[in-house]
């Protein structure tokens, strides 16, 4: 079975910064498509950032120069460095993850379906 164990989340002041961490277990980051989601309440969840097997990144428009996503194959974990926070990126952030190759150009959509496995998520909350 995959899982996924999100942490590093919590409260930080505008303009903060907090740097997420996913370790999976059941599949390995080097070979697998991996994202990270949020969603707050009363929304729909949203595709932050996005990492493929062959390095290839994707972000959404509001994060871009201010979230980085990388993994680390050695250890096998996944995340997500995010600086200059606002308030409106206050969420819960989940890791996901698929087995798939996921191409171009639907690897820049995000499509959740895309990812079958998800965390529990941590929370993020700018004030």
């Known amino acids: 079975d995959v899982q996924l164990v999100e942490s590093g989340g919590g409260s930080v002041q505008t303009g903060g910064s907090l740097r997420l961490s996913c370790a999976p277990s059941?599949?390995?980051?080097?070979?697998?498509?991996m994202a990270w989601f949020r969603q707050s309440p009363g929304k729909e969840p949203e595709g932050v950032a996005a990492?493929?097997?062959?390095?290839?990144?994707a972000y959404t428009n509001s994060v871009k120069g201010r979230f980085t996503i990388s993994k680390d194959n050695a250890e096998n974990s996944l995340f997500l460095q995010m600086s200059n926070l606002k308030p409106e990126d206050t969420a819960m952030y989940y890791c996901?993850?698929?087995?798939?190759?996921?191409?171009?150009?639907?690897?820049?959509?995000?499509?959740?379906?895309?990812?079958?496995?998800r965390g529990q998520g941590t929370q993020v909350t700018v004030s």
């Open positions: 996901a993850a698929s087995h798939s190759f996921i191409l171009t150009p639907r690897f820049y959509r995000f499509e959740s379906s895309d990812y079958p496995y």
């Open positions: 059941g599949l390995s980051v080097s070979d697998s498509s």
């Open positions: 990492i493929r097997r062959d390095d290839l990144t």
